[in-house]
């Protein structure tokens, strides 16, 4: 989201008094880099007012080199752009602004309303080249803005990133158990469900030996007193 300064004549100026204003805000916007401000560009509207709009830079750093100027052209050829820094020109702020708009009050005897888009009216004036202490005060807090968000983004940033803790030498671990060998070495075949008994053993009470099992197995034939 932007911010920007508004600035309007109080008076309707006859076009062509408008055009000298014009040329001179130009004029006298000339000998700024404006860096950490928009400079002063005025139009006419249709009632015949003077406006313009300035937007503020509050992360403007002064440019060291022109990265646009093609490094084989020389300073001295018609096409080079020496940089900002290398003109000696002062930087253009808030304040640089407001004070080329008391200029062009003094020289064309034109006064100012100054606002800004979160306000519904004008924060102050600027007459016969004089602005009101109070607008002095907020353009001098806004013109601060970038100072403090350059404060707080550099406390914000970690000089470097956090390594986690190592752990101490007594640090516990769990250790992994063997598990219990089982005990029943018989083979998975002959295991016996509930109620059964065991290969080789019988129930209490009922041992018998091959011959009477044998016995057993044989059909029985009743001999009657008599008969063979």
Same mark, same amino acid.
């Given at each position: 989201?932007? %911010?920007?300064?508004?600035?309007?004549?109080?008076?309707?100026?006859?076009?062509?008094?408008?055009?000298?204003?014009?040329?001179?805000?130009?004029?006298?916007?000339?000998? %700024?880099?404006?860096?950490?401000?928009?400079?002063?560009?005025?139009?006419?509207?249709?009632?015949?007012?003077?406006?313009?709009?300035?937007?503020?830079?509050?992360?403007?750093?002064?440019?060291?080199?022109? =990265?646009?100027?093609?490094?084989?052209?020389?300073?001295?050829?018609?096409?080079?752009?020496?940089?900002?820094?290398?003109?000696?020109?002062?930087?253009?702020?808030?304040?640089?602004?407001?004070?080329?708009?008391?200029?062009?009050?003094?020289?064309?005897?034109?006064?100012?309303?100054?606002?800004?888009? %979160?306000?519904?009216?004008?924060?102050?004036?600027?007459?016969?080249?004089?602005?009101?202490?109070?607008?002095?005060?907020?353009?001098?807090?806004?013109?601060?803005?970038?100072?403090?968000?350059?404060?707080?983004?550099?406390?914000?940033? =970690?000089?470097?990133?956090?390594?986690?803790?190592?752990? =101490?030498?007594?640090?516990?671990?769990?250790?992994?158990? =063997?598990?219990?060998?089982?005990?029943?070495?018989?083979?998975?075949?002959?295991?016996?469900?509930?109620?059964?008994?065991?290969?080789?053993?019988?129930?209490?009470?009922?041992?018998?030996?091959?011959?009477?099992?044998?016995?057993?197995?044989?059909?029985?034939?009743?001999?009657?007193?008599?008969?063979?």
């Amino acid at each position: 989201m932007g %911010f920007s300064i508004q600035y309007r004549s109080t008076e309707a100026v006859h076009p062509a008094r408008a055009f000298e204003i014009k040329a001179d805000a130009s004029c006298l916007s000339s000998g %700024f880099t404006w860096a950490s401000c928009e400079p002063v560009v005025l139009e006419q509207q249709s009632d015949g007012h003077l406006m313009g709009t300035s937007m503020p830079n509050f992360f403007a750093e002064p440019a060291e080199s022109d =990265p646009t100027q093609d490094p084989g052209t020389s300073a001295s050829s018609p096409d080079a752009q020496p940089p900002a820094a290398d003109q000696q020109l002062p930087d253009g702020t808030v304040l640089a602004m407001t004070d080329v708009l008391c200029e062009l009050s003094r020289r064309h005897k034109v006064d100012w309303q100054i606002g800004h888009e %979160f306000e519904s009216e004008p924060i102050g004036e600027i007459r016969r080249g004089v602005m009101d202490p109070s607008l002095r005060e907020q353009l001098e807090a806004f013109s601060t803005i970038g100072t403090l968000l350059d404060e707080l983004t550099e406390q914000d940033e =970690p000089d470097e990133i956090p390594k986690p803790p190592s752990k =101490p030498a007594n640090f516990w671990e769990p250790s992994t158990l =063997p598990l219990p060998k089982r005990t029943d070495d018989a083979p998975s075949g002959n295991r016996t469900g509930p109620g059964q008994a065991k290969p080789g053993r019988s129930k209490p009470g009922n041992s018998k030996s091959p011959s009477d099992q044998d016995d057993e197995d044989e059909p029985r034939v009743l001999k009657f007193p008599g008969t063979e």
